[in-house]
């Protein structure tokens, strides 16, 4: 598996990838601009896309939170980021791809020696990806609403990164 920046060229797919149901399940309140936002490279933001033997599978956004630009997190410390993650097709779930990409997005997250911890939040109602995020060594911190959503916060520190897992 590798991960490569999104492009203009994904947005049929990212598109198709926004009307299936478990992606729809997992955010329904948000737009995500793909026409224009693909067009942008703004400094806090990494848009990439999961590639099984050059095969699109999934999606991985890595924000700063503390510099990207609608101010989601709020008044939030510097040197983290927040992930956003989903597989594409329905029957690519559970087949351990999201483990892997979450491993290389968190490789590269952490690459950076300034970044202290990592963010997710998936929604309270989302608890397969609670263990998900849990067992790749996320704690949960708090409840918290961000607009519509009612979401759970979880945090990985450096420190309970288990990068040796990381197989590139
Ligand atoms: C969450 C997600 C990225 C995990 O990737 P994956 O390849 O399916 O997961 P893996 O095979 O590596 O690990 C399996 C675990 O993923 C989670 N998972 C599997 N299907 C899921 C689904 N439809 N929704 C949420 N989590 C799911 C479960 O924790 C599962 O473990 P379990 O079988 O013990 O419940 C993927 O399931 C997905 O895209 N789900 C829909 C979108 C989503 O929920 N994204 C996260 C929003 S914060």
């Given at each position: 598996?590798?991960?490569?920046?999104?492009?203009?060229?994904?947005?049929?797919l990212l598109?198709h990838w926004d009307?299936q149901?478990h992606v729809?399940?997992?955010?329904?309140?948000?737009?995500?601009?793909?026409?224009?936002?693909?067009?942008?490279?703004?400094?806090?933001?990494?848009?990439?896309i999961a590639?099984?033997?050059?095969?699109p599978i999934g999606f991985?956004?890595?924000?700063?939170?503390?510099?990207?630009?609608?101010?989601?997190?709020?008044?939030?410390?510097?040197?983290?980021?927040?992930?956003?993650?989903w597989i594409g097709e329905e029957?690519d779930?559970?087949?351990?791809?999201?483990?892997?990409?979450?491993?290389?997005?968190?490789?590269?997250?952490?690459?950076?020696?300034?970044?202290?911890?990592?963010?997710?939040?998936?929604?309270?109602?989302?608890?397969?990806?609670?263990?998900?995020?849990?067992?790749?060594?996320?704690?949960?911190?708090?409840?918290?609403?961000?607009?519509?959503?009612?979401?759970?916060?979880?945090?990985?520190?450096?420190?309970?990164?288990?990068?040796?897992?990381?197989?590139?």
């Open positions: 598996m590798n991960l490569r920046p999104a492009t203009s060229a994904d947005l049929t598109r009307e149901p729809v399940a997992s955010d329904p309140n948000d737009d995500w601009g793909w026409e224009i936002e693909l067009d942008r490279n703004p400094e806090w933001r990494e848009q990439l590639e099984i033997d050059s095969r991985i956004q890595i924000i700063d939170p503390a510099l990207e630009e609608s101010n989601y997190w709020g008044d939030v410390e510097t040197n983290l980021r927040a992930i956003d993650i029957t779930l559970g087949k351990g791809y999201g483990t892997k990409m979450m491993q290389l997005a968190l490789f590269r997250c952490f690459t950076d020696p300034l970044v202290t911890a990592v963010l997710v939040d998936p929604l309270a109602s989302n608890t397969r990806a609670h263990r998900f995020y849990e067992r790749l060594g996320f704690q949960f911190v708090e409840q918290r609403r961000f607009g519509n959503d009612d979401c759970f916060v979880y945090r990985l520190n450096r420190a309970d990164w288990h990068h040796e897992n990381t197989i590139h």
